[in-house]
């Protein structure tokens, strides 16, 4: 047997059958007229609003949506925060719900051209990821007649302990140097552009508060040196995000009501360079991995060399990161459960597999469950972000996915 | 520096532009009107089916669609072969470009009734995956009214030896173990059906000869005593496939005449249990990874720590294998080009990085390349297998990739 992550909360509690917004389970596959399907419970996106809120006050929040782009869920997302991050042409198009006066900031190495004209035109903030971006940018801005907003992205001298994807602290295809940072911002400002400041993002999938806590104090230490060395006062400064969710056995949930005071004591000292800055957290993960869950269907039951298998009608073509092929070396069991047994006791040891005739296709590797027999649902967590959209869809020709909201 | 993959010969022999079926990399482009793009070349597949036929005499070929599903693809594989290998309703409904009498195997754990129901009706062969699947199937048939084609496949008690894959000798969702299938064939072959043999698929991605030599004798070994112990006489026996490619450094091709000659020494000392038995090898990536070439323009050229990126407009959207992320441990070097300059000498380290905003997006790792400016096309090779529809499409909402044909 081997171990699983934990079952969000607000999914743990209720024992028996499963409910995601008030429905259960099996309403919801009714619902949807067929498995698997995702279904998005955006209250649980607002808690984790509300928490932020309380801990971090006068940050701003953007929210990144490559997490979960599934165009009702940004919209409702567009309620509840500040901004958007962007990371391509497709999503800048999703962020036009974005309410008046919010920003839009627009990240990514390899922006083309006709990227850039779009950012421009609908007002969006374009993070520079290096020189010659920057003069790109600047050409079409001339030849469009557009006062572009642009910020200077830096890859920063330190990274994010401990975190999932480290993006800062080494040579990278992220934001420009910190040693040639402040030459940068010289050059966007003399070009008449409207400087919107920093974005520094240093990883991402962090849990030990600490390490975050470091990072902010260093980031927000790099923005003022930078400003200072640039002699122009950064309206805003975007810390970048690295919140982590705890995806497996023995992750230990991040506790950002620390992080949040050791960042409101940092930005209480800060200096005069940043005096009149504003302050984002972008965060993608943290606000929305919680709130979805995947459901699938078992097809058959089968057992083979002593163990036993539940095949269901999903996979890794929906659930990519959960089968352990995106962005990790060792495979571990995502938090997976009998939809209709929450809480019951294991009973036995199955290995949750997909439909896939591959076998990557694994979504529960040795796991301990209540029995499940041919046509019970089971769920698996923590599939708010990166699940639909970060999985080879068409893998194998089954249908997509289903995505509803609660 | 880290090496990377050989260049298919058909692709490395010619010094200059790179050229694919006739034309330059950059008519290809222009032609496509957008930039990234896969083109496939069938007559680098047609030469690899005449390979096989020297090497395999009398050993009917399968083609594999998951490999590369691309309607024109399949259907000019459809004039060279004498069967697909289908995993799904979508791949079924592509197989229906088959010739009139070719055969059409569908397995994959996991299908659905309506799947079983399509097939039966396709007039394919079902390869039961297990005793449930096998129920359902005749449950099916009775009610549909059709006398269905059922192979059994079977879990065999070997692996393939250094296989990327490893699909028998162990525990496994594929197929019935092979201490259960006699008896599987037996019900089967009670109820009425059409029994069509067996399915033994032991691993996939070998390049040893001598490891698939050895596994295709054990499974013939099984096919004879399952044969035997059913008292029944297999039309067809489904011997997998496993050839790989060499995709790294060091890979060495797989030496197919070796491996022929060694089955066509097995085949004439075959016992009376397989006497009428016809053999046949599904393949899928062997036939068509080499064909394909996936080309993708330089958008950004910056240096970051001392260290040189290519930036380029493409991505593991849509060459997710080739980024280390479907089933690879450790991150290796494809084959990688500038398609303007095949064999010219290589001047400088860089890094080819795709667009997306995620360090996993890494297209070539510190490869050693003649120089490459912005607007210069990158190829990278052995794009032919597992890459469009392989990879998170959706990913960071950038446009799909364009698929073309030589």
Redesign the interface.
């Known amino acids: 047997m081997k171990p699983m992550g934990a079952v969000p909360p607000e999914f743990a509690e209720h024992p028996g059958a499963l409910t995601i917004g008030g429905r259960s389970a099996d309403e919801w596959a009714e619902a949807a007229s067929d498995t698997p399907l995702f279904v998005y419970d955006p209250a649980v996106a607002a808690a984790r609003v509300t928490r932020f809120r309380h801990a971090f006050p006068g940050v701003e929040l953007s929210y990144a949506?490559?997490a979960n782009?599934f165009p009702p869920f940004v919209a409702r997302m567009a309620e509840l925060v500040e901004g958007f991050d962007?990371?391509?042409?497709?999503?800048l198009r999703?962020a036009s719900c974005a309410k008046p006066g919010h920003a839009i900031g627009f990240?990514?190495?390899?922006?083309?051209d006709a990227e850039l004209a779009a950012a421009m035109e609908a007002g969006a903030t374009i993070n520079l990821?290096?020189?010659?971006?920057a003069a790109r940018a600047l050409a079409i801005a001339d030849r469009v007649g557009i006062v572009p907003r642009l910020a200077v992205r830096v890859?920063p001298d330190v990274e994010l302990r401990g975190s999932g994807?480290?993006?800062g602290g080494?040579?990278?295809?992220?934001g420009?140097?910190a040693a040639r940072a402040a030459a940068l911002v010289r050059l966007v400002v003399a070009a008449g552009a409207d400087w919107r400041g920093f974005h520094i993002y240093a990883g991402s999938q962090a849990l030990d508060p600490q390490a975050i806590i470091d990072t902010q104090a260093a980031t927000l230490a790099l923005a003022a040196r930078l400003a200072t060395d640039a002699e122009a006062a950064p309206p805003v400064v975007n810390l970048g995000g690295g919140f982590g969710v705890p995806y497996f056995a023995n992750d230990r949930a991040l506790d950002v009501e620390r992080v949040g005071a050791a960042l409101g004591d940092a930005l209480g000292r800060r200096g005069d360079a940043l005096a009149d800055s504003r302050f984002t957290i972008e965060l993608g993960r943290w606000l929305v991995a919680e709130c979805g869950v995947y459901l699938t269907r078992v097809?058959?039951?089968?057992?083979?060399?002593?163990?036993t298998?539940l095949?269901?009608?999903g996979?890794m073509h929906h659930q990519?990161a959960a089968s352990g092929?995106?962005?990790t070396?060792v495979r571990r069991n995502y938090p997976l459960a009998v939809a209709g047994r929450m809480g019951a006791p294991a009973i036995e040891t199955v290995?949750v597999?997909?439909?896939?005739?591959?076998?990557?296709d694994r979504l529960g590797d040795r796991v301990a469950l209540p029995r499940a027999e041919?046509g019970d649902l089971i769920a698996i967590f923590m599939a708010g972000a990166y699940g639909?959209?970060?999985?080879?869809?068409?893998?194998?020709?089954?249908?997509p996915a289903i995505e509803m909201m609660a």
């Open positions: 949506i490559k782009p962007v990371a391509s042409a497709g999503e999703l990240a990514g190495p390899g922006k083309r990821e290096s020189e010659g971006e890859n994807m480290r993006m080494r040579p990278s295809p992220f420009v140097d097809v058959d039951r089968k057992e083979s060399g002593g163990e298998f095949v269901v009608d996979g990519l092929n995106l962005g070396v290995s597999v997909g439909c896939l005739c591959t076998p990557l041919v639909a959209t970060a999985s080879p869809t068409a893998f194998l020709g089954h249908p």
